[in-house]
């Protein structure tokens, strides 16, 4: 933090100094832009895989837009590297999901059976809501395609939000990182816990 105290060519001399530690190859001063606004390149460094993007835009919310969706991807590409698992998108994870589990309470004659159901419940809510968003008929399309799943026992059916003209995600090319999936259920999972565990706390003394 004290760097930025320094002004801008006590920093400069500040790095040449220091630039036989960092062994960089080359640095530069660049100005661009209407306003001359002046960077510093430190480039060609040995030992340093660091990457830097810039990004510039032309108000603080189109820059700050730009950084989440960098920030997302980035994370998407870490995810693929952890591990290189996917599932299909467009609802269509979920959906098979919801499939599996509503299956699975069949199996379950007490009162468990209502808890799995809400579950499959819950998970068709991501579907649905992808539909609505795409100006689509929520309760009818997600119908459609979980009747097809099953049907056709395809579980990378989806929703089409782009009007591609098929629902196979597969072929659209849309899909998801498992590890993200797992943590999108696994938290969600845990929110409806703690709220459920909050609940119980809380009604007893109401009466
Ligand atoms: C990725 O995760 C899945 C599910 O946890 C696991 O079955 C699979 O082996 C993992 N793959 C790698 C490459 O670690």
Not at 29 to 39: A, C, V
Request: proline share 2%.
């Amino acid at each position: 933090m004290s760097l930025l105290y320094m002004g801008y060519h006590t920093v400069f001399k500040w790095l040449i100094l220091r630039l036989t530690i960092i062994q960089a190859g080359l640095v530069r001063e660049k100005s661009f832009g209407t306003t001359k606004d002046r960077m510093l390149y430190i480039e060609q460094c040995a030992n340093s895989r660091a990457v830097t993007i810039f990004i510039r835009g032309g108000n603080k919310m189109v820059i700050e837009e730009t950084k989440r969706s960098v920030h997302d991807a980035l994370c998407v590409a870490r995810n693929l590297i952890r591990n290189n698992s996917i599932v299909y998108g467009g609802g269509s994870a979920e959906i098979s999901s919801s499939i599996a589990v509503e299956a699975a309470a069949d199996k379950y004659p007490g009162v468990e059976q209502y808890a799995i159901r809400s579950f499959a419940d819950a998970l068709d809510a991501i579907p649905m809501a992808l539909a609505e968003n795409s100006g689509l008929q929520p309760i009818d399309t997600l119908t459609a395609v979980k009747a097809q799943q099953i049907k056709d026992k395809s579980p990378h059916c989806g929703i089409d939000c782009n009007d591609v003209g098929t629902n196979d995600m597969k072929e659209q090319n849309v899909f998801e990182t498992l590890i993200g999936k797992q943590q999108q259920i696994l938290l969600a999972t845990q929110v409806v816990k703690m709220i459920l565990k909050i609940d119980d706390v809380i009604s007893p003394s109401e009466y």
